[in-house]
């Protein structure tokens, strides 16, 4: 609050009234609350590439007057792998709005040069405030821990099993699509404890059987596909 007394002189000589009076004003403004503290980091989890993952921030005017923040905008050398739909914001007074930050990796590395800057606000006290990004991307990589299974000997009409392990050495899921024995002789081989449906999760592997069950005598040989 501000006050202030003025005083008016009079010439007129038969007034008693010195023509004072007092004036008082009350100052308002918006004031900006965050849920994270200005200038600190927003990291993101791994995310694969080609998907998508989201951190929001929250800000508040605890103020008493519409608080506008004029520019909301991504800067950096990676700003390209994060995405807002704000462009410029405006909250009532006790109004809080969220803004969500979409990290989507196009390649599996480290996004970490990026910015998301908050500029050009009303409030008196902060002008700006910013928050650093953080993300990484993940990718899948399948391969077999054996080069080849030997089944070994099998009498006609019998049946003998093997394992074979597939493994993802990458951060990211592993989804199989399908499994497919090919080649000169797909007909005696037959693969299980593994299909379409199968997810080997990053970082791990997977064991399944294929199992040999010729009809005549002499080598087969085939090829899975997964």
């Known amino acids: ?67 506008t923040i004029g520019s909301v905008a991504l800067t950096g050398g990676d700003a390209s792998a994060y995405s807002i739909n704000e462009e410029s914001l405006r909250l009532g007074p006790g109004d809080s709005e969220t803004v969500a ?3 989507e990796p196009s390649s599996d590395s480290d996004f970490n040069d990026a910015t998301i800057e908050f500029t050009q606000t009303n409030d008196p006290d902060t002008a700006s405030f910013s928050y650093s990004l953080e993300g990484t991307g993940t990718t899948s990589d399948a391969s077999f821990e054996q080069p080849s299974v030997n089944v070994g000997s099998v009498a006609v009409g019998s049946s003998g099993t093997d394992s074979l392990t597939l493994s993802n050495d990458g951060g990211a899921n592993l989804d199989v699509d399908s499994v497919t024995v090919r080649g000169n002789d797909p007909s005696v081989f037959s693969v299980s404890g593994i299909d379409g449906s199968t997810t ?16 005549v005598r002499g080598g087969s040989s085939a090829i899975i596909e997964i």
Do not use: R
Request: charged share 15%; proline share 5%.
């Open 1 to 67: 609050d501000i006050s202030q007394d003025i005083t008016v002189e009079s010439n007129e000589s038969t007034s008693t009234d010195d023509g004072s009076a007092s004036l008082s004003a009350t100052g308002v403004a918006p004031e900006i609350s965050l849920s994270e503290s200005d200038g600190s980091t927003i990291s993101f989890s791994d995310t694969p590439e080609g998907s998508a993952s989201s951190e929001t921030v929250t800000i508040s005017n605890d103020g008493s007057v519409p608080l």
């Open 101 to 103: 930050i979409n990290f």
């Open 200 to 215: 080997v999760a990053g970082n791990s592997d997977t064991t399944f059987d294929v199992t040999s069950q010729p009809a």
